[in-house]
T-cell receptor, first 115, second 109 residues
Framework: EAQVTQNPRYLITVTGKKLTVTCSQN?????MSWYRQDPGLGLRQIYY???????DKGDVPEGYKVSRKEKRNFPLILESPSPNQTSLYFC??????????????FGPGTRLLVL | GQNIDQPTEMTATEGAIVQINCTYQ??????LFWYQQHAGEAPTFLSY????GLEEKGRFSSFLSRSKGYSYLLLKELQMKDSASYLC??????????FGRGTSLIVHP
């Protein structure tokens, strides 16, 4: 089944404790991205990757890191989480970055609470 | 930059037709997406418009007018399961799409 998976789905952590949220897709998509969704603000892009070893900042990259060592995986790293990073996070992938191939397929989401 | 406006919330009756509007200001874009998102779940693709006009797909249709900076999503024969948030998304030349804040649609019996 074609899908995007994220782990963990739920996470409670404390300020400053490094964490990684994994994202994997099995559709051989070139483009992957991370979003956070907060009430009243909609989806905001954190980072995106156009292909292996090619990543770039989205609208709200501060406090986050990503890597793309393999085409299928795109982990999101919070080196020192803070309470303002409490949010619902979505990973997404698309075939490429042009036209209708920009249709994004989203993972199920990771709900993060930073105390 | 790009800016998208959608109504925050709409209500409608089961079996009815509802139109969710999206207006935008942008210097240029390639196409416009609509996604559906049920509460606590991932957004899922509904439609993509690149040319002006109406794209019909079953009970859902989407319309785009580039000259007016306007799009709408039309949902016919509403069902309770259509209660969700509907996201208007501009896809520009960059790799950063612009998401509207979404319209929460409540369908009641």
């Amino acid at each position: 089944e074609a899908q995007v998976t994220q782990n963990p789905r739920y996470l409670i952590t404390v300020t400053g404790k490094k964490l990684t949220v994994t994202c994997s897709q099995n559709m051989n998509h070139e483009y992957m991205s991370w979003y956070r969704q907060d009430p009243g603000l909609g989806l905001r892009q954190i980072y995106y990757s156009m292909n292996v070893e090619v990543t770039d900042k989205g609208d709200v990259p501060e406090g986050y890191k990503v890597s793309r060592k393999e085409k299928r995986n795109f982990p999101l790293i919070l080196e020192s989480p803070s309470p303002n990073q409490t949010s619902l996070y979505f990973c997404a992938s698309s075939l490429s970055g042009s036209g209708s191939q920009k249709t994004q397929y989203f993972g199920p989401g990771t709900r993060l609470l930073v105390l | 930059g790009q800016n998208i406006d959608q109504p925050t919330e709409m209500t409608a009756t089961e079996g009815a037709i509802v139109q969710i509007n999206c207006t935008y200001q942008t210097s240029g874009f390639n196409g416009l997406f609509w996604y559906q998102q049920h509460a606590g779940e991932a957004p899922t693709f509904l439609s993509y418009n690149v040319l002006d006009g109406l794209e019909e797909k079953g009970r859902f249709s989407s319309f785009l007018s580039r000259s007016k900076g306007y799009s709408y999503l039309l949902l016919k024969e509403l069902q309770m399961k259509d209660s969700a948030s509907y996201l208007c998304v501009l896809s520009g030349g960059s790799y950063i799409p612009t998401f509207g804040r979404g319209t929460s649609l409540i369908v009641h019996p």
